[in-house]
């Protein structure tokens, strides 16, 4: 096994809670609460889950857009959270992100050619003409036309704004790019193009993505491996064809229940989850799913599960996980 390119171990985000005129703190949202995995070089692990489960959390506090409240982070066996402010900008080179909303993540006062100029000129890659010829270069690199570089962002779809986004991070030659959501806010047509984008320049360029994402079907397609994640932790990680294969979580076979199948002929039971997402201010005792899982039991609700290893490679956090793939509204998916 390599070494891992990122190791996060027991990351937390606690946001306090504030009220009254002193501004007191009366309790915590925990958005990210004890999470650990991984990433090898050249490797693509999908982040997923709901809305509110701390996936983007998690992607801005490896970055240090967010101060984290305890863990580790490291990049290449660098510790990153106890970086000086000079270390951390060289670090800036080598780990990117791409935002979720590409109508709000490009500054609207300036053109395309100045955007990805700036970040050339901040970390001293190259200044005039060589600037504008690696300008040039990555705009072709995303599937834009060099003059593109003349524009501004509000003359552009959202399609090829976010092209303009990924070009952005990829103007320093960045060694992992954190990829928030790249494609939520876009079409279904226009999500294939930059999937496939993705990918592509992924293979070409030997990047390593830690890709969020809240859809499944999405992920399926460009991870190698895969991360669930519920009210913020860990719930199953797993290699993409083992965990839509054999998945060893009852949340995870909830999702995965979800995705809509395209042949009329394979109907799948959708598997309605009771309740809503817990607080993340209160969450429940033991496990956190419990409260809406259709294989509860006591023990559930008094003990927290550990994420453990149940078959090589393919981790869980639930105490039995060795029985979800006989459970009889797992096997009602499958059929």
Not at 32 to 57: N, Q
Not at 170 to 175: C, E, Q, T
Not at 270 to 284: E, F, H, Y
Request: charged share 25%; hydrophobic share 40%; proline share 7%.
């Amino acid at each position: 096994m390599a070494e891992p390119l990122l190791r996060v171990e027991n990351l937390v985000k606690h946001f306090p809670i504030r009220r009254g005129l002193m501004s007191r703190v009366v309790g915590h949202v925990r958005a990210v609460d004890g999470v650990t995995f991984d990433v090898a070089p050249g490797e693509v692990l999908g982040l997923v889950g709901e809305s509110g489960c701390g996936k983007t959390t998690t992607g801005r506090c490896i970055l240090r857009l967010i101060e984290s409240t305890s863990g580790s982070v490291r990049f290449d066996g660098r510790e990153v959270t106890t970086m000086g402010k000079r270390e951390l900008r060289a670090l800036r080179r080598e780990m990117q992100i791409v935002f979720q909303d590409p109508y709000s993540s490009l500054n609207p006062r300036l053109t395309v050619g100045s955007m990805l100029t700036e970040a050339l000129t901040i970390h001293r890659l190259a200044r005039g003409a060589a600037a504008r010829e690696r300008v040039a270069e990555l705009l072709r690199l995303v599937g834009l036309h060099p003059d593109h570089a003349r524009r501004y962002p509000h003359e552009f779809s959202g399609g090829q704004r976010q092209r303009i986004g990924v070009a952005r991070a990829l103007a320093v030659n960045p060694r992992l790019i954190v990829a928030d959501e790249p494609v939520s806010a876009l079409d279904v047509s226009i999500q294939a193009q930059i999937i496939n984008l993705l990918r592509d320049l992924q293979r070409r360029m030997g990047l390593t993505y830690l890709f969020v994402a809240h859809d499944l079907s999405v992920v399926e397609h460009i991870s190698d491996r895969v991360a669930v994640m519920y009210l913020g932790r860990i719930a199953e990680l797993a290699s993409s064809e083992a965990l839509y294969r054999e998945p060893a979580h009852p949340y995870t076979v909830s999702l995965l229940s979800a995705i809509p199948v395209p042949d009329p002929a394979r109907r799948r039971k959708r598997i309605v989850l009771k309740g809503d997402v817990p607080s993340p201010a209160r969450p429940p005792s033991g496990c956190r799913f419990h409260p809406r899982c259709f294989m509860a039991r006591p023990l559930c609700s008094e003990q927290e599960p550990l994420l453990r290893e149940v078959r090589p490679g393919h981790w869980s956090a639930c105490h039995f996980a060795e029985d979800v793939a006989s459970n009889p509204v797992t096997q009602a998916q499958s059929s």
